[in-house]
Every structure is written in C-alpha cells, then in structure tokens.
C-alpha cells in the first residue's frame, strides 16, 4: 500500500510510519521536520500545514493517517488536498464533557480554531470533536477515528508515563498518590501504531477509544515496580491532602505526580478498552512498557529536568511529611 502519514517525526505519527516500513509498505511523511526525521525507508515531503500540502495536492494514497493535534483547519484543508481509500485520524478522549462520572459518552460542543484563545484541555477536546466532525463529513464511510487515552512507550515527549519506571528503577522510598480508588490505563505507542496500520490493510472503520484496559492506579504502578524497581524498593502512600499542600499538581507539570487524576477527572482513565480490543487492538503488559520507556529514559538522562514528574527534593518533603 501506499500510505500517507501526516507528521511521521515524532513519537505516534513517527511509530505509524515505522510500523508501516517495517511491513513494507510504500510510506509518505508530510512534515516540516523541525520535530525530529521520518524513519528510515519513508519519504520526506516537507509541508507546512499552515500553509497547504504543497506538492502533494491532488494525490491518491491507499490510507492517510492524520495526527492534526489541535486544528481543524489542518484537517479539512487534508480533506480537500487528497483522496483516499482510508482515512485514520488521531483524536483523543478528551472528546469527552464529562470526566468525572464513569460511562459518559456526550462529548464537547464542537469549535472552530482561534489562534488567539489560550490553550485549555477543553478547547483541545472541542477542536478535536470538530475535526472528527470534518473527517465524518468528507469521509465517513472510509474513516477509522481514534480516541486516544494516554499514550506511553519509548518516545513520548510528555515525560509522563516515562517518570514512573526512571523513579522506581532508583529504588529507595517512592512516593505515590494515595489514590487507591482511581483507575488508571494507558496505551502502548507501538500498539497504537501497529493498530493503525492494522486498519488501514483491512479498512477497518467506525469511532474507538484507543485504549487498554483500565485497572487500578496501585495496580498499575505496582506492575511498573515488578519490571523496573531493585529489591527493597517501598512505594509510600502520600495523602492527598499532603500533596495539595506541598503544591503537587496531578498529571503533568513539572512538580506532578503523573497518571494521577484531579476530582473532577477521575473516570479520564476508566474508558471501556472492549470495542477497540474486539475491533483488533492487542495490547502487550504494561511491565513491558515500562521496560522499554525505562531505556529510553536513560538515554535522555534520568536526572535531567522534567516535563512532569516530581523533583527531588519535593519527593524527599513528602516523604518526611508522612514520617
Ligand atoms: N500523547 C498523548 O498521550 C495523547 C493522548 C491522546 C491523543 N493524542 C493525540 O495523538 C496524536 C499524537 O501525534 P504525534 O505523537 O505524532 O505528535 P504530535 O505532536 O501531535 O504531531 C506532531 C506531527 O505533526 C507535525 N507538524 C507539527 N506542526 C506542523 C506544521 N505546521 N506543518 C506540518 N506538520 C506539522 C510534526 O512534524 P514537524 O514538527 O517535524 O513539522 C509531527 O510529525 C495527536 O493527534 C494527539 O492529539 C495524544
């Protein structure tokens, strides 16, 4: 097949084409390349999406893949530049209005871009709605959307999911949320990619949650330990209130404890993984993950400054707050 890839430099769009090459597929990458290179055996056609798609305007690919994260402008305008058998394009959970009851399926009141609005996880979630919108439109027969929830794995960019094995893996006195009662799941970047590129061979359509399967938040972290952490290792439970005090955020920033939930989120990671697993998804163990977000963390630095985690020095007053 031929496959488009819109993006292809880093982390999912970069994971699809390589899932693509590998199984020897011809692979375009549209990019500008300022993110990082399109894998090995994939063409680069350097594009800049606020501008059009240049000199790939009016060409027929057996699938597209689009990543747009936050523009449907982006995702119309590839609507309109080329055609194709099957349409894939990455949305994310936060569709959804309602994260704090489990089951809710309403999503967002579709919105149209506005450079001058400052980002929120709401406005990401709307213009997502409206881009699904715009695929359904254009190409519903042909389209397979994707709802991811948090995406993990060797090259996340998030840091998120990668401070838990780079902390366990240095073993001592670790400190948790005491967020017993939240669940917790995630999904593989290279079993979102080899998904994607499943669907684009059989057509596969309709509107998922891309997602594995939910457990708890303690169960979770304790299979990351199982793979990562050296004996001796003691995961202490930080209440919540302890960590509202010492102004630890929940799930990403640089003073956070990632995969934790704030109140108002608490069913974000509790999203039924049944349709997508039926509809193909496989899913590997999560200590496989953490195996593997582990190596790649080392090669980043495991002490460097993160995007999210705790620093140092806030994880020791924790743990000298609860003795
Ligand atoms: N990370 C998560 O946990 C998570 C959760 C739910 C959903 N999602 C969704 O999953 C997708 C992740 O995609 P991703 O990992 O590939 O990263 P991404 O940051 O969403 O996409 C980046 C791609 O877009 C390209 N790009 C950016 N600006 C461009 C421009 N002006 N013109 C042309 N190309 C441009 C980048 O290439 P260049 O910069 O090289 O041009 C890069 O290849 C997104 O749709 C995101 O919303 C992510």
Redesign the pocket.
């Known amino acids: 097949m031929r496959i488009l890839v819109?993006?292809?430099?880093?982390?999912?769009?970069?994971a699809t084409a390589v899932e693509a090459v590998r199984r020897g597929h011809e692979v375009v990458?549209?990019?500008?390349?300022?993110?990082?290179q399109v894998p090995e055996g994939a063409q680069h056609v350097a594009?800049?999406?606020?501008v059009g798609l240049g000199p790939l305007e009016g060409s027929h690919f057996d699938a597209v893949v689009d990543?747009?994260?936050?523009s449907v402008t982006?995702v119309r305008q590839a609507l309109r530049s080329v055609t194709t058998d099957h349409w894939t394009f990455?949305?994310?959970?936060?569709v959804y209005a309602d994260h704090s009851t489990p089951g809710t399926t309403a999503t967002l009141d579709p919105l149209e871009d506005d450079p001058d609005a400052p980002p929120s996880p709401d406005r990401?979630g709307a213009v997502?709605v409206a881009s699904e919108n715009a695929v359904l439109d254009a190409v519903g027969d042909r389209a397979f959307i994707l709802r991811?929830?948090?995406?993990?794995g060797p090259g996340?960019?998030?840091d998120?999911f990668g401070y838990w094995p780079n902390r366990l893996s240095q073993g001592g006195r670790v400190a948790v949320p005491d967020a017993t009662d939240q669940p917790a799941q995630h999904i593989d970047?290279r079993d979102l990619a080899a998904w994607i590129v499943d669907a684009a061979e059989q057509r596969t359509t309709g509107t998922y949650d891309a997602i594995g399967p939910a457990n708890p938040l303690f169960m979770v972290l304790g299979e990351i330990a199982g793979a990562v952490a050296p004996q001796g290792t003691e995961l202490v439970r930080i209440p919540e209130p302890v960590l509202q005090q010492h102004e630890v955020a929940p799930w990403v920033g640089p003073r956070s404890l990632p995969l934790w939930l704030p109140s108002t989120h608490r069913s974000m990671m509790f999203r039924d993984a049944g349709p997508a697993l039926a509809a193909g998804l496989r899913v590997r163990p999560t200590s496989d993950t953490a195996l593997d977000s582990l190596e790649y963390e080392r090669g980043l630095g495991l002490d460097r400054t993160r995007r999210a985690g705790l620093p140092p020095e806030v994880e020791d007053a924790l743990l000298n707050a609860v003795g």
């Open positions: 819109l993006g292809g430099t880093v982390f999912l769009s970069k990458c549209a990019a500008r390349g300022e993110s990082g594009v800049d999406r606020n990543v747009a994260k936050m982006w990455v949305s994310s959970c936060s990401y997502k991811a929830g948090l995406i993990t996340d960019p998030s998120r970047v």
